[in-house]
């Protein structure tokens, strides 16, 4: 029977864990609790427990100065946090650690019972290490791309991830907590080298918990990975400054034609997503709004010089003559036709 050590400042989940592993009878029990990381230090030493669950946020030590401690003497155990926490310093540092789970409150017999399967298959001789091994080792060349601003080594290891979590892992649980883990890291070294005061990559715990099936958690993975790239590769072509100047220098040589992000992002070697954020910033408004608004501006000459509403259309980018004049009276608060009579009554 494993040997279990609960440590969080709320009676009532350690309680409640305490409650779940009788009442459902799992090969686990409870050989002390702590409610501050000071004093679990203490009792984790004289017990020696086989896993220790602890909170992150307590009072004295939080959870994972507390497992960083416990692993000088005690390195076998294994360690399991709870938390909904998904800032950068937590993520990295339950990587460094090799922090076994992390389960959110409030804590449930299902998350608990996953706890201790992990824990049995750990056990067992087959056990993942190998390729724990090689899935970290490909996290480290991640990260290190993500600081060096290396596309190529980036997007290496970012093909070798989606696998490697897959052999890692034992459950789809596990599976989701080690990818949410990995991004949130590697999304905050993004932000941090951006020094943006709002972060331009976020990870939501609430979202991961929502992947129905591991196709979903690969997907979303695959799309960070190319938001990610997509900005190295930004910012090895050449300042964003001059990348969205060359675009608008396109664009307003091209407004008739059919422009979309798209293929500005494959022109300029850019994650549409990331361009989309990129031409925000630097233009004040959406790639969307811009175009309308040029194309509308560049209408008004037309009809100005005495073109005819049909002709404008077609000769500012719209083929659908109606859509023309509806999204001419929106911006202009006229259609197309009483701003030509506004223009002939001036004459």
């Given at each position: 029977?494993?040997?279990?050590?609960v440590?969080?400042?709320?009676?009532?989940?350690?309680?409640?864990i305490?409650?779940?592993l009788?009442?459902?009878k799992?090969?686990?029990?409870i050989?002390?609790?702590?409610y501050?990381?000071?004093?679990?230090?203490?009792?984790?030493?004289e017990t020696?427990?086989?896993?220790?669950i602890?909170?992150?946020?307590?009072?004295?030590?939080d959870?994972?100065?507390?497992?960083?401690?416990?692993?000088?003497?005690?390195?076998e155990?294994?360690?399991?946090?709870i938390?909904g926490?998904?800032?950068?310093?937590?993520?990295?540092?339950?990587?460094?650690l090799?922090?076994?789970?992390y389960?959110?409150?409030?804590?449930?017999?299902e998350?608990?019972?996953?706890?201790?399967?992990?824990l049995?298959?750990?056990?067992?001789?087959?056990?993942?290490?190998?390729a724990?091994?090689?899935?970290?080792?490909?996290?480290?060349?991640?990260?290190?791309?993500?600081m060096s601003?290396?596309p190529a080594?980036?997007?290496?290891?970012?093909k070798?991830l989606?696998?490697?979590?897959?052999?890692?892992t034992?459950?789809?649980e596990q599976?989701k907590?080690?990818?949410?883990?990995?991004?949130a890291m590697l999304?905050?070294?993004?932000n941090?080298?951006?020094?943006?005061?709002?972060k331009l990559f976020?990870?939501?715990?609430q979202?991961a918990?929502?992947?129905?099936?591991?196709?979903?958690a690969?997907e979303?993975?695959?799309?960070?990975f190319?938001?990610?790239?997509?900005?190295?590769?930004?910012e090895?072509t050449?300042?964003?400054?001059?990348?969205?100047?060359?675009?608008?220098?396109y664009i307003?040589e091209n407004?008739?034609?059919?422009?979309?992000?798209?293929?500005?992002?494959?022109m300029?070697?850019?994650n549409?997503?990331?361009?989309?954020?990129?031409?925000k910033?630097?233009?004040?408004?959406?790639?969307?709004?811009?175009?309308?608004e040029l194309?509308v501006?560049?209408?008004?000459?037309?009809?100005?010089?005495?073109?005819?509403v049909?002709?404008?259309?077609?000769?500012?980018?719209?083929?659908?003559?109606?859509?023309?004049?509806?999204?001419?009276?929106?911006?202009e608060?006229?259609t197309?036709?009483?701003y030509?009579g506004c223009?002939?009554?001036?004459?």
């Amino acid at each position: 029977m494993y040997r279990m050590v609960v440590v969080d400042d709320e009676y009532i989940v350690v309680e409640g864990i305490k409650t779940i592993l009788e009442r459902e009878k799992m090969n686990c029990e409870i050989v002390g609790f702590a409610y501050d990381g000071i004093e679990a230090i203490h009792v984790i030493k004289e017990t020696t427990p086989d896993i220790v669950i602890t909170d992150i946020r307590m009072p004295g030590m939080d959870g994972l100065s507390l497992i960083e401690e416990c692993r000088e003497f005690l390195p076998e155990a294994s360690y399991v946090i709870i938390s909904g926490y998904t800032e950068f310093e937590y993520a990295r540092r339950a990587l460094v650690l090799d922090v076994m789970n992390y389960i959110d409150k409030p804590i449930t017999i299902e998350k608990i019972a996953d706890v201790v399967e992990q824990l049995d298959k750990k056990r067992q001789p087959d056990s993942k290490s190998e390729a724990r091994k090689q899935l970290n080792l490909a996290i480290d060349d991640m990260v290190e791309a993500a600081m060096s601003r290396d596309p190529a080594l980036f997007t290496e290891a970012a093909k070798k991830l989606p696998a490697l979590f897959e052999k890692a892992t034992i459950s789809f649980e596990q599976y989701k907590q080690e990818i949410f883990k990995t991004m949130a890291m590697l999304a905050e070294i993004f932000n941090e080298h951006n020094k943006r005061k709002d972060k331009l990559f976020q990870v939501s715990y609430q979202e991961a918990e929502q992947w129905k099936d591991k196709e979903e958690a690969e997907e979303y993975m695959n799309r960070l990975f190319g938001q990610l790239a997509g900005t190295i590769q930004g910012e090895r072509t050449g300042s964003a400054h001059r990348t969205v100047q060359h675009l608008l220098q396109y664009i307003e040589e091209n407004y008739a034609e059919n422009i979309g992000l798209n293929e500005l992002a494959d022109m300029v070697g850019l994650n549409p997503t990331y361009l989309s954020i990129l031409f925000k910033e630097e233009v004040g408004v959406s790639f969307v709004k811009y175009m309308t608004e040029l194309r509308v501006e560049k209408a008004k000459e037309l009809l100005d010089a005495g073109y005819r509403v049909g002709e404008v259309s077609d000769m500012v980018g719209y083929s659908n003559y109606r859509y023309f004049c509806d999204i001419f009276k929106k911006h202009e608060g006229k259609t197309p036709n009483e701003y030509r009579g506004c223009i002939r009554k001036q004459i």
